[in-house]
């Protein structure tokens, strides 16, 4: 029986024994984050900023939470607390239509001024940061919702498509996107790829976590072993095994 | 365990909290049971199994060459090391067999005179347990992937039947024929399932990604279909109004008959409040689907938090339903897995595997007797 499930078991008599906590993880990139927020903190600090010439704000993926906060139910509940208090913000980034990029509300803004500074779309910019972003928390918008509630005109709306603060979803309804993240989107899918036959290649096709870090990156992989694996691991892409010698990161067999 | 024998003994707790307890414990050391096992009949993949709700006693099992065997799961040896012995079988040579694959099989709820076998011939039989022969047979037009007859009703005998055409039917068991169709979906139906807990609600599960609840009283229409954004529009365009973003393939109601729990092929199984049909937003993470017809998960009774076991691959995988924790993997089929029933007195698994045909019986280690 497992650890889990010897727990599990006597919870279910209310026999409560407790144990003093083990020794600390051996891997860092293990290493639980007690809630939500610290979690997507220091997903944000993995980002590589220099890259993109800090035009992007740094993105976290949903996946990398999971892979910090085990408990998936409890890791969606804050994150939406948290998407509903403003803090950040949810993106649908185009590839995989479970794949949500999170980020910092005051980051995405600074950046997004940044990024339409000079230009002319640069006043329905700031009214759309303005009054629209405070006021509807979701990842999409309508065109009733645009044009009635928030009072844009057709051209400003192709504005904002331009300034890429938008992106058409189908007719009459856009995504909220980040200006300039098509080149991080073609660095993750190639550095998750990249990951992913690293691991296809090893012999059992499997790798343990330490070595997987230590070993030089790969051309394909621009942001960071560290960033693409938490995202593997919370995708369920590869299984973690838990083994004496730390994690194992071994592919699937279906 | 002996503090709770005795508060049960003086009276000061509830004789069902000892039992669940007990029971928690025992699903929670489930393994592979050395000592028990089911004589092998079928000589191609097992697709359907079900155990009888009166005992529990005694497992139909449904072959994909059209053969239906029953065992006697009961150890009345003395011996640990146990067989369960098939008792008898619909084989080949039976007049009344299938002709093709037995896709369902399903004890008659109230007592084990009779039980009902769906195929891909386009038919439906009831057999009489005693003589084995088919005492009725109903004929579609298309094949059919499921059937479930409800296990609580009293007012009614219907048979819910899902086959590759859009429309569920029913079958009166009393008249001996179809009594209506509901109309709504637009794809083949791949599960029914009857609610435990309402006589007349029933949830039905199709290709086309949706997941209808049913009043079968009523002619208009379904009561609900299942969003799984919980009518945000926010979410995606093409998953609007959609249970999963695939095809969805198994329904199973909680014992309570409060929750749904519905698997699809995009690998994910959700919990639905079954009375206003909310999606609880439970993550379980990613659960392995890539079967082109029905899967049959089941779910514990009688636990004091409920597990579901549902088919992942060659290994079963055991969740709790409300948490969405994935407790364990079961390991021990050869070949991929299609179905598994929980029997509730014995907190037993038992599944069955595509090919070459096998039943499992999983049971806690320390079984009694």
């Given at each position: 029986m497992n650890r889990r499930r010897r727990r599990l078991a006597s919870e279910a008599f209310g026999v409560k024994r407790r144990r003093a906590p083990g020794p600390a993880q051996a891997d860092p990139l293990r290493a639980g984050a007690g809630s939500a927020r610290e979690a997507v903190e220091a997903l944000v600090r993995l980002f590589p900023r220099g890259l993109?010439?800090?035009?992007?704000?740094?993105?976290?993926?949903?996946?990398?939470?999971?892979?910090?906060?085990?408990?998936?139910?409890?890791?969606?509940?804050?994150?939406?607390?948290?998407?509903?208090?403003?803090e950040i913000r949810i993106i649908q980034l185009g590839f995989?239509?479970?794949?949500?990029?999170?980020?910092?509300?005051?980051?995405?803004?600074t950046r997004v001024l940044k990024a339409c500074d000079g230009r002319p779309c640069a006043g329905v910019v700031q009214k759309f940061l303005a009054s629209v972003l405070p006021a509807c928390g979701d990842l999409s918008f309508q065109q009733d919702q645009m044009t009635q509630t928030y009072g844009f005109r057709d051209p400003e709306i192709t504005h904002l498509v331009n300034a890429g603060v938008l992106t058409v979803r189908d007719a009459g309804s856009w995504w909220l996107a980040v200006p300039g993240a098509g080149r991080f989107i073609k660095f993750f899918v190639k550095g998750r790829q990249?990951?992913?036959?690293?691991?296809?290649?090893?012999?059992?096709?499997?790798?343990?976590?330490s070595e997987l870090l230590g070993r030089r990156s790969p051309s394909a992989v621009r942001l960071g072993l560290a960033y693409h694996v938490h995202d593997l691991i919370g995708a369920q892409l590869v299984d973690c095994v838990p083994t004496s010698s730390g994690t194992l990161l071994r592919l699937p067999d279906t | 365990m002996l503090s709770f024998?005795?508060?049960?003994?003086?009276?000061?707790?509830?004789?069902?909290?000892?039992?669940?307890?007990?029971?928690?414990?025992?699903?929670?050391?489930?393994?592979?049971?050395?000592?028990?096992?089911?004589?092998?009949?079928?000589?191609?993949?097992?697709?359907?199994?079900?155990?009888?709700?009166?005992?529990?006693?005694?497992m139909l099992s449904g072959g994909s060459d059209g053969v239906i065997v029953l065992y006697d799961l009961e150890n009345s040896s003395r011996q640990p090391y146990y067989t369960c012995k098939a008792v008898c079988s619909v084989g080949r040579s039976h007049p009344d067999v299938h002709k093709y694959s037995v896709e369902t099989v399903q004890w008659y709820p109230h007592d084990t005179g009779m039980f009902t076998s769906s195929s891909f011939d386009k038919t439906l039989k009831v057999w009489d347990t005693n003589t084995l022969q088919a005492a009725d047979v109903f004929n579609f037009e298309e094949t059919v992937y499921s059937h479930h007859m409800s296990p609580a009703a009293t007012k009614h005998c219907l048979i819910a039947v899902g086959t590759r055409g859009p429309k569920v039917q029913l079958c009166d068991l009393k008249s001996g024929s179809c009594s209506h169709i509901l109309q709504g979906h637009r794809q083949e139906i791949l599960a029914v399932s009857w609610s435990p807990r309402h006589d007349?609600?029933?949830?039905?599960?199709?290709?086309?990604?949706?997941?209808?609840?049913w009043d079968?009283?009523?002619?208009?229409?379904?009561?609900l279909t299942l969003d799984q954004h919980n009518g945000k529009k926010s979410q995606a365009v093409e998953s609007a109004n959609t249970a999963h973003n695939g095809k969805v393939n198994g329904l199973c109601f909680t014992s309570d008959g409060l929750h749904?729990?519905?698997?699809?092929?995009?690998?994910?199984?959700?919990?639905?409040?079954?009375?206003?049909?909310?999606?609880?937003?439970?993550?379980?993470?990613?659960?392995?689907?890539?079967?082109?017809?029905?899967?049959?998960?089941?779910v514990s009774c009688g636990c004091s938090s409920e597990f579901v076991f549902v088919p992942y691959g060659s290994t079963i995988?055991?969740?709790?339903?409300?948490?969405?924790?994935?407790?364990?993997?079961?390991?021990?089929?050869?070949?991929?897995?299609?179905c598994c029933v929980f029997q509730s007195n014995f907190q037993a698994t038992t599944k069955s595997q595509l090919n070459p045909a096998f039943e499992d019986a999983w049971s806690s280690s320390d079984e009694e007797g």
């Amino acid at each position: 029986m497992n650890r889990r499930r010897r727990r599990l078991a006597s919870e279910a008599f209310g026999v409560k024994r407790r144990r003093a906590p083990g020794p600390a993880q051996a891997d860092p990139l293990r290493a639980g984050a007690g809630s939500a927020r610290e979690a997507v903190e220091a997903l944000v600090r993995l980002f590589p900023r220099g890259l993109f010439e800090d035009a992007l704000p740094p993105i976290a993926l949903r996946s990398q939470v999971y892979s910090l906060l085990p408990d998936r139910t409890l890791a969606d509940l804050q994150l939406k607390e948290l998407q509903e208090q403003g803090e950040i913000r949810i993106i649908q980034l185009g590839f995989d239509l479970d794949a949500h990029g999170i980020v910092f509300t005051e980051d995405y803004r600074t950046r997004v001024l940044k990024a339409c500074d000079g230009r002319p779309c640069a006043g329905v910019v700031q009214k759309f940061l303005a009054s629209v972003l405070p006021a509807c928390g979701d990842l999409s918008f309508q065109q009733d919702q645009m044009t009635q509630t928030y009072g844009f005109r057709d051209p400003e709306i192709t504005h904002l498509v331009n300034a890429g603060v938008l992106t058409v979803r189908d007719a009459g309804s856009w995504w909220l996107a980040v200006p300039g993240a098509g080149r991080f989107i073609k660095f993750f899918v190639k550095g998750r790829q990249a990951l992913l036959s690293m691991l296809r290649r090893a012999k059992y096709r499997e790798l343990l976590l330490s070595e997987l870090l230590g070993r030089r990156s790969p051309s394909a992989v621009r942001l960071g072993l560290a960033y693409h694996v938490h995202d593997l691991i919370g995708a369920q892409l590869v299984d973690c095994v838990p083994t004496s010698s730390g994690t194992l990161l071994r592919l699937p067999d279906t | 365990m002996l503090s709770f024998l005795s508060a049960r003994q003086s009276g000061l707790e509830d004789p069902l909290r000892l039992r669940r307890a007990q029971s928690t414990r025992r699903v929670l050391a489930l393994e592979l049971n050395k000592d028990r096992d089911v004589e092998r009949i079928h000589g191609s993949g097992v697709n359907t199994l079900d155990i009888e709700p009166v005992e529990g006693r005694y497992m139909l099992s449904g072959g994909s060459d059209g053969v239906i065997v029953l065992y006697d799961l009961e150890n009345s040896s003395r011996q640990p090391y146990y067989t369960c012995k098939a008792v008898c079988s619909v084989g080949r040579s039976h007049p009344d067999v299938h002709k093709y694959s037995v896709e369902t099989v399903q004890w008659y709820p109230h007592d084990t005179g009779m039980f009902t076998s769906s195929s891909f011939d386009k038919t439906l039989k009831v057999w009489d347990t005693n003589t084995l022969q088919a005492a009725d047979v109903f004929n579609f037009e298309e094949t059919v992937y499921s059937h479930h007859m409800s296990p609580a009703a009293t007012k009614h005998c219907l048979i819910a039947v899902g086959t590759r055409g859009p429309k569920v039917q029913l079958c009166d068991l009393k008249s001996g024929s179809c009594s209506h169709i509901l109309q709504g979906h637009r794809q083949e139906i791949l599960a029914v399932s009857w609610s435990p807990r309402h006589d007349y609600i029933l949830a039905t599960a199709s290709a086309d990604s949706r997941v209808n609840l049913w009043d079968v009283r009523r002619a208009s229409g379904c009561l609900l279909t299942l969003d799984q954004h919980n009518g945000k529009k926010s979410q995606a365009v093409e998953s609007a109004n959609t249970a999963h973003n695939g095809k969805v393939n198994g329904l199973c109601f909680t014992s309570d008959g409060l929750h749904l729990l519905t698997v699809g092929t995009d690998n994910r199984m959700r919990l639905w409040n079954s009375s206003n049909g909310e999606n609880t937003l439970v993550n379980y993470g990613k659960v392995c689907n890539d079967s082109r017809k029905g899967l049959k998960f089941t779910v514990s009774c009688g636990c004091s938090s409920e597990f579901v076991f549902v088919p992942y691959g060659s290994t079963i995988a055991v969740y709790a339903v409300h948490s969405g924790e994935q407790l364990t993997m079961l390991k021990g089929h050869y070949k991929s897995v299609d179905c598994c029933v929980f029997q509730s007195n014995f907190q037993a698994t038992t599944k069955s595997q595509l090919n070459p045909a096998f039943e499992d019986a999983w049971s806690s280690s320390d079984e009694e007797g």
